[in-house]
């Protein structure tokens, strides 16, 4: 059993700041690659951006330069620095890990919402 729980999310004026934060517990040696995704009223749910344990890092072109993805294994956490936002990245922010022992399990987050106002 893996339980992710996000946190940060909120309401920002365009070209503002925020920080998510995405808790791991339960069975962290199942962890493998962890990232973030996002999904907008009547979207799909698409990536944002993922890391490795490896701390190698891949990013959507629409982030690219604006968004950090990190992770302290220490804490079992990992986040999302967003700069520069725009009111398209207003979705519901979900935090996404693999298992690394069997690569069709996914476990996900409850959510947190970004608001970003023009």
């Known amino acids: 059993q893996v339980q992710l729980v996000e946190s940060g999310g909120g309401l920002v004026q365009a070209g503002g700041s925020l920080r998510l934060s995405c808790a791991a517990s339960?069975?962290?040696?199942?962890?493998?690659?962890m990232g973030w995704y996002r999904q907008a009223p009547g979207m799909q749910r698409e990536l944002v951006a993922t890391?490795?344990?490896?701390?190698?890092?891949n990013y959507a072109d629409s982030v690219k330069g604006r968004f950090t993805i990190s992770r302290d294994n220490a804490k079992n956490a990992i986040y999302l620095q967003m700069n520069s936002l725009k009111p398209e990245d207003t979705a519901v922010y979900y935090c996404?890990?693999?298992?690394?022992?069997?690569?069709?399990?996914?476990?996900w987050g409850q959510g947190t919402q970004v608001t970003v106002s023009s």
């Open positions: 996404n890990a693999l298992d690394r022992f069997a690569p069709g399990v996914a476990y």
């Open positions: 890391i490795t344990k490896g701390d190698t890092t």
């Open positions: 339960g069975s962290i040696f199942r962890i493998n690659v």
